[in-house]
């Protein structure tokens, strides 16, 4: 699987480094503009370009998928002598990768752009609880978000055979599936509304009208603790299915 | 002797087409088989099935005695007819691929095929011709110690001196303790290297058997008995 992971970084290098380098020049251009331009201009612009890279950086990991399933290279990976877990595995955690520098690097520049004097200082004021909540979240959403669109692409490939209509048809069983998924979280949130304070890990029962499982109000971190369970059997169903369908139903047209 | 590959009457449909329709094949070891057959015979189809990257609709497929899988395709080294390797691979990026992920594979003999064929191991996969990505993908998938070959038009678009390059490559780089099967249009170009060949037609099985027997039998070259089926 890290010998997949390795060969997939390479095969996108130059275009993280290509992102990269657009957002380090784009800011660095915004930044000549600092005194002629409104800091609020300049900020919005630099948050946009932020914003920009990282669905460029989506979509490119989407699109390799895509090239595995549709095109001609997924003679090359599926003929390797790894299972379909594994296969999943390396992309997701490629993606992964991938975004999570172009984010860096964006939201680094950002920061510079805005900023006049470098100061760090306001990350003391997070507690430990806070950064793993951020962390975990942020991981927890690209890994959810990649596996579902993923297991579409592969379902839509496997049901639908053809590649405009296996392409189609995955965008239209990604909408129905989130509809779907987004509607039984809702319901499952309000009908089992006890939440975990992860804070002090106590469990209160709030009237959960917003269709979170995830809410940060002040310092508490509360998480629903239902619509969680609900998430995370989601995703192991995504993911074994996922896997499933490669190891036995994908065919390569 | 136990077949390499094991097939009892498989069946591909696809929602308006049988592209097989009960293909009983066996291959044991040593032996380098030709499965011959007109555009759309099924040929293609076969060899993804046996590659595992097609499922067969029935019938069943074993290949050393398993199902297609993760252990099939560490003993099966499989040429594709298609540019299947990665546009960003230099020459020697695509060995390493295959030194990495075959346990099989052999880099010693692979950089002696690159040198046979003619090919620099600094050249970019996207700037070769038809015929050195041909040469290239020939050499990773001979540079391993499978149990099976399976070789999909392994001449399809390559001039007459390479493809006896490529065929002196085959039958030199070909082990007694493995077994091949090879498809191709160009059947008088590669029927001397054939123990055994096997016609295929409209998803069918028409004609099989061990070619020396068959030439002598039918009084015809296989080349002409290609043309005499298929007319």
Request: net charge positive.
């Amino acid at each position: 699987m890290f010998k997949l992971i390795k060969y997939e970084l390479r095969a996108t290098f130059l275009t993280i480094v290509g992102i990269c380098i657009f957002v380090i020049i784009a800011n660095l251009l915004l930044m000549t503009r600092k005194g002629v331009w409104d800091i609020t201009i300049i900020s919005g612009l630099s948050v946009c370009l932020a914003i920009g890279a990282m669905v460029v950086i989506f979509i490119s990991s989407l699109n390799i998928m895509s090239k595995y399933l549709f095109g001609d290279s997924g003679y090359l990976l599926f003929t390797l002598p790894q299972s379909g877990k594994s296969i999943i595995t390396s992309r997701v955690l490629t993606a992964l990768i991938q975004i999570s520098i172009v984010i860096f690097a964006s939201v680094f520049m950002c920061y510079l752009t805005v900023t006049d004097k470098i100061d760090l200082s306001f990350l003391k004021n997070f507690k430990a609880s806070e950064v793993s909540y951020f962390i975990i979240s942020y991981i927890w959403g690209i890994v959810y978000s990649l596996t579902f669109i993923y297991f579409c692409m592969v379902i839509g490939k496997v049901a639908l055979k053809g590649k405009k209509i296996g392409k189609i048809g995955s965008f239209i069983i990604f909408i129905l599936l989130s509809v779907v998924i987004s509607w039984l979280s809702f319901k499952i949130t309000n009908l089992l509304p006890q939440t975990l304070n992860l804070n002090d890990f106590s469990i209160t029962t709030k009237n959960a009208l917003i269709n979170s499982n995830f809410t940060a109000t002040g310092a508490a971190v509360n998480m629903n603790i239902a619509s969680t369970v609900f998430d995370i059997l989601t995703f192991v169903g995504l993911f074994t299915t996922t896997s499933y369908l490669i190891d036995k139903k994908l065919d390569l047209s | 002797m136990d077949n390499i590959l094991e097939s009892k009457k498989i069946c591909k449909s696809y929602l308006n087409k049988k592209a097989l329709r009960g293909v009983d094949l066996n291959i044991i070891p040593g032996k380098i088989v030709g499965l011959l057959g007109p555009n759309g015979s099924g040929k293609t189809t076969f060899l993804k099935i046996a590659a595992g990257i097609l499922h067969p609709s029935k019938g069943e497929i074993l290949i050393d005695g398993y199902i297609p899988g993760v252990y099939t395709k560490s003993v099966v080294s499989y040429l594709p007819d298609n540019e299947y390797l990665l546009k960003w691979m230099k020459v020697k990026d695509a060995v390493m691929y295959f030194k990495d992920f075959y346990a099989d594979f052999d880099e010693k003999k692979a950089r002696e095929l690159l040198l046979f064929m003619d090919l620099d191991e600094n050249s970019t996969v996207k700037s070769l011709s038809k015929g050195m990505k041909e040469k290239l993908k020939l050499t990773l998938v001979l540079s391993r110690a499978a149990k099976l070959y399976i070789l999909d038009e392994p001449l399809g678009g390559v001039d007459p001196t390479a493809r006896e390059k490529i065929l002196n490559a085959i039958v030199n780089n070909f082990r007694v303790e493995s077994s091949m099967i090879i498809t191709t249009h160009l059947v008088n170009d590669i029927e001397r290297i054939f123990d055994d060949v096997a016609f295929i037609s409209d998803g069918e099985i028409v004609l099989q058997g061990n070619a020396e027997e068959l030439r002598r039998d039918k009084k015809k070259s296989i080349d002409e008995l290609y043309r005499e089926v298929f007319q």
